[in-house]
T-cell receptor
Framework: QQQVKQSPQSLIVQKGGISIINCAYENTAFDYFPWYQQFPGKGPALLIAIRPDVSEKKEGRFTISFNKSAKQFSLHIMDSQPGDSATYFCAAAGGFKTIFGAGTRLFVKA | DAGVIQSPRHEVTEMGQEVTLRCKPISGHNSLFWYRQTMMRGLELLIYFNNNVPIDDSGMPEDRFSAKMPNASFSTLKIQPSEPRDSAVYFC??????????????FGPGTRLTVT
């Protein structure tokens, strides 16, 4: 069974702090690792993604760190803002399939 | 582009009734996915199509669920008969999957199904 394990389930961070969400995968055939952001009442939307040939990708306040040998990757949100409060899903993709993690509910306190 | 369109946005039905959810993917996308989201089970892939052909339906919970994609611009997910445990938000997503694609999936707004 292909799985993507995500932690923590929920996270509370003070405004301006760093939010860190971790994921681990099993199948080495995956070649694309996206993070999706979902606000209440909306569908998930792509936030940032990385391929396994790089160890880090940064877009604004969002950074993915990727450790291919450990089969782990993480999302760092710098200077977290109340508007970042949402559910975040990591995922691993290959071929036609994308496997999603269970999600992390992030709440940023003002 | 209007994005992925789903209808209805909300559906309330009684146990035993047939429910049909509809999806219009983004024009030009060749893959379509149906997901179910609940608090308990998270985001579950039910079925996905590539070029209108079902590729993997292993996530379909049971025979009460069926999905079709008669053409590139339309798909349905049908539940017959519906049960209270089917209550969830159902998402449709589309993607352009190919040799150099990014696998990015574009999700619709979802259909919130309540079966009483």
């Amino acid at each position: 069974q292909q799985q993507v394990k995500q932690s923590p389930q929920s996270l509370i961070v003070q405004k301006g702090g760093i939010s860190i969400i971790n994921c681990a995968y099993e199948n080495t055939a995956f070649d694309y690792f996206p993070w999706y952001q979902q606000f209440p009442g909306k569908g998930p939307a792509l936030l940032i993604a990385i391929r396994p040939d790089v160890s880090e990708k940064k877009e604004g306040r969002f950074t993915i760190s990727f450790n291919k040998s450990a089969k782990q990757f993480s999302l760092h949100i710098m200077d977290s803002q109340p508007g970042d409060s949402a559910t975040y899903f990591c995922a691993a993709a290959g071929g036609f399939k994308t496997i999603f993690g269970a999600g992390t509910r992030l709440f940023v306190k003002a | 582009d209007a994005g992925v369109i789903q209808s209805p946005r909300h559906e309330v039905t009684e146990m035993g009734q047939e429910v049909t959810l509809r999806c219009k993917p983004i024009s030009g996308h060749n893959s379509l996915f149906w997901y179910r989201q609940t608090m308990m089970r998270g985001l579950e892939l039910l079925i996905y199509f590539n070029n209108n052909v079902p590729i993997d339906d292993s996530g379909m919970p049971e025979d009460r669920f069926s999905a079709k994609m008669p053409n590139a611009s339309f798909s349905t997910l049908k539940i017959q008969p519906s049960e209270p445990r089917d209550s969830a938000v159902y998402f449709c997503a589309s993607s352009l999957v190919g040799r150099r694609s990014s696998y990015e999936q574009y999700f619709g707004p979802g259909t919130r199904l309540t079966v009483t």
